[in-house]
């Protein structure tokens, strides 16, 4: 599941929402929307996207979070590192093996410590 799965079936859910209602709501298959929500389906579109967040009647801070959310919930990524430093060659291999062997917790830790990293005030543009 990606984190805009995730968030997704957590607003439909409090909303008392069947994912068939929804999808039929939003226009699209209620397959296509359980793909979405368990992350086998890539990022939807953004006007599906905008009929989402009109069918869950969301403003401000949740509209923008699910937007954020979408955007950051690829579920195949790839990272092209020519032209980087070898190290984030090694760094790219190293999560490619191991992602799924790590906790929740542990994915937490290095995704806080990577945005750390990423807003540093002395960090090169």
């Known amino acids: 599941m990606t984190p805009f799965g995730e968030r997704l079936r957590q607003l ?5 929402m069947s994912q068939k209602e929804m999808a039929q709501k939003v226009g699209v298959s209620a397959a296509y929307l359980s793909a979405l929500e368990h992350g086998h389906r890539g990022l939807p ?9 009109a069918c869950l009647n969301i403003i401000w801070d ?31 291999n190293l999560l490619q093996q191991s992602i799924g062997d790590l ?5 937490d830790h290095l995704i ?8 540093r005030p002395d960090r090169l543009a």
């Open 45 to 53: 579109s953004w006007a599906l996207l905008q009929r989402i967040i």
């Open 103 to 107: 906790s929740p917790e542990d994915l």
């Open 12 to 16: 439909r859910s409090e909303r008392g």
């Open 62 to 92: 949740d509209a923008d979070e699910l937007q954020r959310l979408a955007l950051q919930s690829a579920p195949k990524v790839s990272i092209d590192t020519a032209g980087m430093h070898p190290l984030a060659t090694e760094l790219a």
């Open 112 to 119: 806080q410590r990577v945005r750390a990293l990423r807003n």
